[in-house]
């Protein structure tokens, strides 16, 4: 029997716009990792949230990055995304990678952390900010002060969900979570799957969540390149 072939999936097969295929060319993305294939069509489609198993380097910024920027539509009042990263670092990283990947789009994109001057970030959370990336004891610093509401979310992001475990931000996701809407897309991304916060899925994501797992031979692909 004739061994079946599968047709390459390129990142115009994922219903991602025109604006978005652009900035990804600009970039040099040529065919999306297989985290990015799975998730974006499903986020895109915003009928079922996420549980990606996904490690660093499997391209997992850009599987929930692309279908966020592709989304949302500024607004400049309310904040539309927040993806929720267990260090600064991470958080700067995956700011940058926004960036560099919204291309024509006008998107406001916020990194805030504890350790940097907080009067900064009220001021720029002021001017109107789409996008916030942040670290789980600053952003409810935020929320406390009322410098920053999300009630109006399309897409809620745990990025490293079980780091953020390990680090014992389980209660300020959970005191996050409850301050949003629930009409909102939500994508939790995790090397491995702990039962809180499968758990958490269990308690705040829209029945019927979608689980996709990448296997660990996989994430080489791309950064051997
Ligand atoms: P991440 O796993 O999100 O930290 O991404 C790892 C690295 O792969 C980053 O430098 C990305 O810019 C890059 N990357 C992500 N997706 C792709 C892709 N489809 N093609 C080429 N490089 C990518």
Not at 128 to 143: C, E, L, Y
Not at 197 to 216: F, T
């Amino acid at each position: 029997m004739a061994e079946e072939t599968k047709e390459p999936v390129g990142f115009s097969d994922l219903g991602l716009s025109e604006t978005v295929l652009q900035a990804l060319k600009a970039k040099g993305f040529e065919v999306p990792s297989p985290i990015q294939e799975k998730s974006i069509p499903i986020l895109l489609e915003g009928k079922y949230d996420v549980i990606g198993q996904a490690q660093t380097g499997t391209g997992k910024t850009a599987a929930f990055g692309l279908p966020i920027i592709d989304v949302i539509e500024k607004e400049g009042k309310h904040v539309k995304a927040i993806i929720l990263t267990p260090t600064r670092e991470l958080a700067i990283q995956v700011s940058d990678e926004l960036n560099s990947l919204k291309g024509k789009k006008r998107l406001n994109i916020l990194p805030i952390y504890g350790g940097q001057p907080i009067d900064r970030q009220i001021m720029s959370l002021r001017k109107g900010i789409d996008i916030v990336v942040g670290t789980p004891g600053r952003v409810q610093d935020h929320i406390q002060r009322k410098t920053l509401k999300i009630d109006q979310l399309d897409f809620f992001v745990l990025d490293e969900a079980d780091e953020m475990l390990n680090m014992g931000f389980l209660e300020d996701i959970e005191a996050i979570l409850k301050v949003t809407n629930t009409d909102k897309r939500m994508l939790f991304f995790s090397a491995t799957m702990p039962k809180p916060i499968l758990k958490l899925a269990q308690s705040y994501m829209r029945e019927g969540h979608q689980e996709i797992a990448v296997k660990a031979e996989l994430t080489t692909r791309l950064t051997d390149q």
